[in-house]
């Protein structure tokens, strides 16, 4: 028997063989031939680790604002992270879709609602209003916003600038169980105004009280933006109480906040969990591993994100996907802030989550 002959694999028995055509003809699959595929022994995304620069992401942005019209057919000049692991598909991940999107001087976004859920983050800018069920939102540097699903929304550019930030939307999730709806709705908004704050924030943002109408417990926070003042209010007063030797901060020189609901002391969005970070110079994190997948924007700052076995200079801007179960951790000479949203409240109702935390950089 020569060499090539010993490394040929035995043929399979005529009847196993026919057994295996028969199964493909009855659109039957055997569990035996692909256990490994179907339950691994650790988590193994198809997404990547992945970092997109601000400094390629907003002149691509710029480009598409002098050249893609915004109105009733597009509907947004959003354009999507598209993970390089996932095949072309427009997800940062298996349950999430972020995107940076660009609104033009003086322009309109028509409105809309989905079965999404929906949040807006602003890195830089101003002067652009969402209107969430006919509630003006000012959109300024820092600032959160909801658009929780089903609500009708619509954005409006007051001003001779144009203004970027990112979306982020449950969209891979919706449309693998296949429980999406989309409806139009304006072409315009319904409320052309330009409050300094939005009617939820006069209602629902004040330290510590809660108004007697709307006691029932929503399913997404009835806030629709959290404003940049209090989240850095928060973590400078974290790392203060860190100084002054309190247990204020979840590891040295790392302060951190999440966006909650205030009916139920949860997530801001069923599907969505949304946090703020903030290291200190000379700060890092200890290496972890989580089931279930989160985006980081830097929104001042700089630091080094490792992923796996690969480590990434990240500034202003800059946003970083950590599949599931990807080890990671980040470190910073001069301080660093980043804004974060992963699928935890998914993964946490289904009771799937894990996390192992080691310690060092």
């Excluded at 929503?218 to 100084?243: F, G, V």
């Excluded at 951790?329 to 996390?355: Q, Y």
Aim: aromatic letters at 10%; hydrophobic letters at 35%.
């Amino acid at each position: 028997m020569t060499a090539t002959e010993s490394m040929d694999p035995e043929p399979m028995d005529p009847e196993l063989s026919k057994l295996y055509d028969d199964f493909a003809t009855e659109n039957l699959n055997p569990l035996w031939t692909q256990l490994g595929d179907l339950m691994p022994m650790a988590p193994t995304s198809k997404a990547v680790p992945f970092v997109w620069k601000w400094s390629t992401l907003y002149p691509l942005a710029q480009r598409a604002g002098d050249l893609v019209p915004v109105g009733r057919g597009g509907e947004r000049r959003a354009i999507a992270l598209a993970n390089p692991g996932l095949g072309g598909v427009p997800y940062v991940t298996p349950t999430l879709w972020a995107a940076i999107q660009y609104l033009g001087p003086k322009e309109t976004a028509p409105e809309h609602r989905h079965s999404q859920n929906a949040f807006r983050f602003v890195v830089e800018g101003e002067g652009v209003w969402t209107v969430v069920n006919g509630d003006p939102v000012a959109m300024r540097r820092g600032d959160f916003l909801l658009t929780p699903g089903w609500n009708f929304h619509g954005h409006h550019n007051e001003t001779d600038q144009p203004m970027a930030w990112i979306d982020g939307l449950d969209i891979p999730f919706v449309h693998y169980t296949d429980t999406g709806f989309f409806e139009f709705g304006s072409d315009g908004v319904t409320d052309e105004s330009t409050p300094d704050l939005s009617r939820s924030e006069r209602l629902w943002v004040h330290p510590g009280l809660r108004p007697l109408v709307g006691l029932d417990r929503k399913t997404s926070s009835p806030i629709a933006c959290y404003r940049w003042a209090h989240t850095d209010r928060a973590l400078n007063e974290q790392l203060a109480l860190e100084d002054e030797g309190y247990a204020a901060t979840p590891e040295p020189g790392h302060a951190a906040i999440r966006y909650t609901n205030p009916t139920t002391g949860g997530d801001v969005m069923p599907t969505i969990r949304a946090e703020f970070h903030r290291l200190r110079a000379g700060a890092h994190t200890r290496r972890r591993r989580d089931v279930g997948s989160v985006v980081f924007q830097v929104f001042e700052g700089e630091g080094r994100f490792h992923l796996g076995d690969k480590s990434h200079d990240v500034t202003k801007g800059d946003m970083i996907v950590v599949p599931s179960w990807t080890e990671w951790s980040l470190e910073t000479d001069n301080g660093v802030d980043l804004f974060a949203f992963s699928d935890a409240p998914i993964v946490e109702r289904l009771h799937f989550n894990r996390t192992i935390i080691s310690e060092g950089a």
